[in-house]
């Protein structure tokens, strides 16, 4: 079953503008990642952040995570076009364990 | 980082058939995984492949409809048996780096059951 639950289910911005996107999981974990996608193909690993750290940035991306209500958010500040795709986050299902638990996602659409 | 070829990158079969998908990773792992995303969905994890033993798999898979292979460090290739048109999905295989660190995917089987 997915542990992640990611809010909004799909997101329309003009370019220029910030994004947020938000995950929720359920149990303990050792990190969260987020990946991109786009248009159905593979995904492609965005930012990291581990467990005992509470903001990570990296370029144009902010990821917070708050262990204490099991949640993370990514922020894309200074949205471009090709910033389009489906966001998701992931954590390790058990912890020390390398397979992933996948949110629901988020679909970007960025507007020129 | 890995490398990850995927092939093939689409296919389109007749309902009953099966299609056997090939991961080919450019160094040695301990680990594949694959994933199986339905249209519109999320990822769902199908089974952990380990080399030299059966492949791990999750709640609501079965080895009978999806038999994975794991002949070296390398490679992996999984089947989707006897197929109906509730299998077209993306799949999609995937390693990890060392603990604590991203995964890698592959480019991603698009799957159409006619």
């Known amino acids: 079953s997915q542990q992640g639950e990611e809010d909004p289910q799909a997101l329309s911005i003009q370019e220029g503008e910030n994004a947020t996107m938000n995950c929720s999981y359920k149990?303990?974990?050792?990190?969260l990642q987020w990946y991109r996608q786009n248009s159905g193909r593979g995904l492609v690993h965005l930012i990291l952040i581990r467990s005992n750290e509470r903001e990570k940035h990296s370029g144009r991306l902010r990821v917070t995570l708050d262990t204490s209500k099991k949640s993370s958010s990514l922020l894309i500040t200074a949205s471009r076009a090709a910033d389009t795709a489906s966001y998701f986050c992931a954590t390790d299902a058990d912890q020390g364990a390398q397979k992933l638990v996948f949110g629901q996602g988020t679909r970007l659409t960025i507007n020129p | 980082s890995a490398v990850i070829s995927q092939k093939p990158s689409r296919d389109i079969c007749q309902r009953g058939t099966s299609l056997t998908i090939q991961c080919q990773v450019d160094s040695q792992v301990t680990m594949m995984f694959w994933y199986r995303q339905q249209p519109g969905q999320s990822l769902t994890l199908i089974a952990t492949?380990?080399?030299?033993?059966?492949?791990?798999?999750e709640s609501g898979f079965v080895i009978d409809k999806f038999p994975i292979s794991r002949p070296n460090l390398t490679f992996s290739t999984l089947t989707v048996s006897n197929m109906s048109p509730e299998d077209s999905s993306i799949y999609l295989c995937?390693?990890?780096?060392?603990?604590?660190?991203?995964?890698?995917f592959g480019q991603g089987t698009r799957l159409t059951v006619v």
């Open positions: 149990t303990s974990i050792n990190n």
């Open positions: 995937s390693v990890s780096g060392i603990m604590n660190t991203e995964a890698f």
């Open positions: 492949a380990n080399q030299g033993s059966e492949a791990t798999y």
